[in-house]
């Protein structure tokens, strides 16, 4: 008769003489659908599993549990197993649980030591029987399962039965588990893209709106300056107000320079796409910031993979791109820090993939979420424009290639991009 008095199985769910034998599997199989149905998480799943089933056929033992993963079954768990013995079952095409899996159907050894197919387990001290078990829904099996029972075993029939039916109701869980991650996983993703397309949106209108800005001042401003320097000239070096209406006029055209700046980034002027090697841009730039890179004593890391493509860009504007990005990587690490530099395939071929990273100051989440708007800065005043970033997501962009950025607090920032390669 079955008793099921483990350690997960409740007390109460053991049957007292065999005329309860049919309500005990019927009890245990609640308890179990109830329990395995109750996470869906996978990792508790699994060690649940594995406990469950040990229950079900009144065994300890150690275990080791298997996932399907696309083709193969991949060993996720164990317990009580030495590692080296675990990494060896990993590796084993012909393991007790895997011929269940393939089988569908539970394999009992009662000796390991006269059975070639579990013979393999003889190398645990003390072991006598082995068990493999399938997890089977719906004909398809999700993984198996095997024990290592330091006595012999051989199992009634009904707990053959028991355990067919809670091995298909754990193979169902585990499918649920599976869909729940996977679902999980499509609403990160299509919560990212809502939220880039959001920001994408955002910037675009903050972009229509300063250039049209810029515009509308552009007259007047141009006004300001020729009038200062008008009334300047005519006050002559040592006029009235001279100090005053030059200082009107270098700060107007300040004013203008930034518009310039603005409307150029802003506008969308035409490029000249030539095909370059990403590297040769970044090692262009690296010459023309060396004194900034020595100055701070900083590390270079340069991973350049020989199988990234071409990239088709804009030369003068890419090359713009990266001295902004590494020159707020530069002021964002402190002396002795690194700089990474990669160029390597993207997982789309239409693609080649950038990365600038540094082990600087990182970058609070508050604040990421703002770093490509005009404007947006956290150096003092005179410091920073806020304009570095505005300006390459605008060329990036206007490239329709993509930019991302990643960045932990006190650790450091990575800013991803992908480029579009040049067709080979
Ligand atoms: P600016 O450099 O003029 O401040 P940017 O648009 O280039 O303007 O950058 C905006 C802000 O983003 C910076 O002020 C800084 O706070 C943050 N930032 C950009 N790059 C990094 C980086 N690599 N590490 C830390 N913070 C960064
Ligand atoms: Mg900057």
Redesign the pocket.
């Known amino acids: 008769m079955l008793s099921l008095r483990g350690h997960i199985l409740p007390e109460s769910v053991g049957g007292q003489t065999d005329s309860d034998t049919t309500f005990d599997s019927f009890a245990a199989l609640t308890v179990v659908a109830k329990m395995v149905c109750s996470t869906l998480a996978l990792e508790p799943l699994l060690q649940l599993i594995a406990d469950i089933v040990a229950d079900i056929l009144e065994v300890s033992a150690a275990k080791a549990l298997f996932l399907r993963d696309t083709d193969e079954l991949v060993l996720k768990f164990t317990r009580e197993l030495p590692e080296d013995f675990a990494a060896r079952l990993g590796l084993r095409k012909e393991a007790l649980g895997r011929i269940a899996a393939h089988q569908k159907k539970a394999i009992f050894v009662e000796r390991v030591a006269d059975d070639p197919r579990a013979s393999y387990a003889k190398e645990l001290e003390g072991v006598v029987s082995c068990i493999g078990v399938p997890l089977c829904a719906k004909e398809k099996s999700v993984g198996a399962m095997e024990l290592y029972i330091r006595r012999s075993f051989v199992p009634s029939a009904e707990q053959v039965e028991v355990l067919e039916t809670v091995a298909s109701l754990c193979a169902m869980a585990v499918e649920n588990a599976r869909l729940y991650e996977s679902l999980k996983e499509s609403y990160e993703t299509l919560k990212n893209t809502q939220a880039q397309l959001i920001q994408k949106e955002k910037l675009a209108s903050i972009g229509q709106l300063i250039a049209g800005i810029a515009h509308e001042l552009k007259n007047p401003l141009t006004s300001v300056i020729s009038y200062a320097q008008l009334l300047a000239d005519s006050a002559g070096e040592k006029g009235e107000a001279i100090d005053e209406l030059r200082a009107i006029e270098t700060n107007a055209k300040r004013c203008r320079d930034l518009i310039d700046n603005l409307l150029h980034y802003s506008r969308p002027s035409s490029l000249k796409l030539e095909i370059h090697p990403v590297s040769e841009i970044l090692e262009g730039v690296i010459k023309l910031l060396s004194y900034e890179l020595k100055s701070r004593n900083l590390e270079l890391v340069h991973q350049y993979s020989g199988d990234a493509p071409d990239a088709l860009v804009d030369y003068q504007q890419i090359m713009q791109v990266f001295v902004?990005l590494i020159m707020?990587?530069v002021?964002?690490t402190d002396k002795g820090g690194r700089i990474t530099l990669a160029v390597e395939p993207s997982t789309d071929p239409e693609f080649v993939t950038v990365r600038i990273s540094?082990t600087?100051?990182?970058?609070s989440e508050e604040?990421l979420s703002r770093?490509f708007e005009p404007f947006?800065?956290?150096?003092e005043k005179g410091k920073?424009?806020?304009?570095?970033?505005?300006i390459v997501y605008s060329i990036i962009n206007r490239h329709r290639g993509m930019i991302s950025v990643e960045s932990k607090l006190g650790a450091g920032?990575t800013f991803t991009m992908n480029l579009p390669a040049a067709k080979v």
């Open positions: 902004n707020n990587a002021q964002a540094d600087g100051c990182g970058i604040n770093l947006f800065t956290t150096k920073g424009t806020g304009l570095g970033l505005y920032t």
